[in-house]
């Protein structure tokens, strides 16, 4: 499918977002679940075939039916020397009347590639707004999320395909199960309990390791109140903190910032005001002093100093978990920024499904989280 070549003017297709969301409809039993490779490929290797019938599976017994956009499965090398066509695949999910939910395969590092093709498609910026659609994933996923904030599209920060319906062990975690099936209810309230275990990431992926479960720990700390009292309120914003270090530097790839800020994909300064900001690190493990660093640029371009209050995931494997909250708390200490810590979801096991745009309130003084609206339309 090929792009539309309309262009419009870049303020005009992102002038929208904020505090008036459009939300899609809540999923149900039947419905057709796009799978998108936005950015990695690996879902269409042969080495990844065991876990793709395993993700089919998955959504399967959960009543879904998993469908492949035209370049889904074309490959690692295909997919990295063509972001026109991993965009195309989104716009094909979008103008697809048979589908209604959208899925990542998996994360990554380049999806702002696809921020041309997408942003300065008038009608695909049309077709999100007037036929929004569930938008499910995490990590480097953070990018479509952030324009489709932009956009207006409430979108949800959670499970992707390989990740977690492609879990290799005998069943897929519960907790993340359980999480995810919140699209398919839409209650007024909304609580996010922790879950009582963690699990150590996976290293091997191999067919060998089919039916091998993670190695499970329980869960001594729940959410951990580092800093405040009471309970604070604010719209969700956020997502995977090395993603937003690479939106706003040139440590990845030459030429990265200079398309965020052409496209704003980063909120504005005004934009943070009141909201709760969510941030968790990838599976790179950042060590202390990266991401000290991350947390400064993130204080640079303002956003530190206009949030309510911070939601933090849960480090993966707990790696450097006493440093990071040291370094967070140094680095909103002359805002006394409220700080919730430990929480289920981004690349740590399991993980829940957080709702952009959402009003959640943090009762610090009980540590618990709540969702204060509905996640969808109806």
């Known amino acids: ?43 269409g290797e042969e080495a990844f075939h ?4 395993l993700g089919e599976h998955r959504l399967h017994e959960l009543g879904l039916e998993p469908v492949y956009m035209r370049h889904t499965l074309k490959g690692t090398q295909f997919l990295r020397n063509h972001p026109e066509k991993r965009a195309a695949d989104l716009r094909q999910a979008f103008f697809d ?19 041309p093709f997408l942003c300065e498609d008038e009608a695909f910026v049309r077709q999100v707004r007037t036929h929004p659609k569930v938008f499910l994933g995490f ?51 909304s609580k996010i309990n922790s879950s009582d275990r963690w699990y150590y990431s996976r290293q091997d992926f191999s067919v060998d390791t089919v039916g091998i479960p993670l190695t499970a720990h329980v869960e001594k700390h729940g959410y ?14 956020g997502g995977c903190l090395d993603s937003f270090y690479d939106l706003l530097t040139e440590t990845r790839y030459v030429g990265e910032s200079s398309v965020t800020t052409k496209y704003q994909i980063i909120p504005q300064v005004a934009d943070w005001q009141n909201k ?13 002093s990266l991401y000290e660093k991350m947390l400064l640029r993130l204080d640079q371009v ?3 100093k206009a949030v309510n209050g911070i939601l933090v995931g849960k480090p993966q494997d707990e790696a450097y978990f006493e440093d990071y909250q040291k370094l967070i708390l140094a680095a909103t200490a002359s805002y006394q920024t409220p700080i919730l810590f430990n929480m289920n979801f981004g690349h740590a096991y399991p993980r829940t499904v957080l709702p952009y ?14 969702i204060e609206e509905p996640y969808f339309s109806k």
Request: charged content about 20%; proline content about 4%; glycine content about 10%.
């Open 139 to 189: 990590s480097d996923t953070t990018v479509n999320h952030l324009m489709f904030y932009k956009m207006g599209l409430a979108t949800f920060y959670g499970p992707s395909f390989l990740a977690d319906f492609a879990e290799l062990g005998p069943e897929m975690l519960p907790y993340t199960k359980h999480e995810f099936e919140r699209v398919f209810k839409n209650p007024v309230i």
């Open 276 to 288: 709760i900001l969510f941030i968790e690190t990838s599976e790179e493990k950042p060590k202390p």
């Open 1 to 43: 499918m090929l792009i539309s070549s309309t262009k419009v003017h870049t303020d005009v297709i992102l002038k929208q977002g904020g505090d008036q969301m459009i939300k899609p409809a809540q999923l149900k039993r039947g419905d057709h679940i796009a799978i998108v490779s936005l950015s990695g490929g690996g879902l």
């Open 302 to 304: 303002g956003i530190l």
């Open 50 to 53: 065991h876990e793709l019938v």
């Open 357 to 370: 745009g959402a009003l959640a309130s943090i009762d610090l003084d009980a540590a618990t989280v709540t």
């Open 97 to 115: 009347d048979s589908v209604q939910g959208i899925m990542s395969a998996i994360g990554g590092d380049d999806t702002y590639r696809l921020l």
């Open 224 to 237: 951990m109140a580092l800093r405040g009292h009471g309970v604070i309120r604010g719209q969700l914003l």
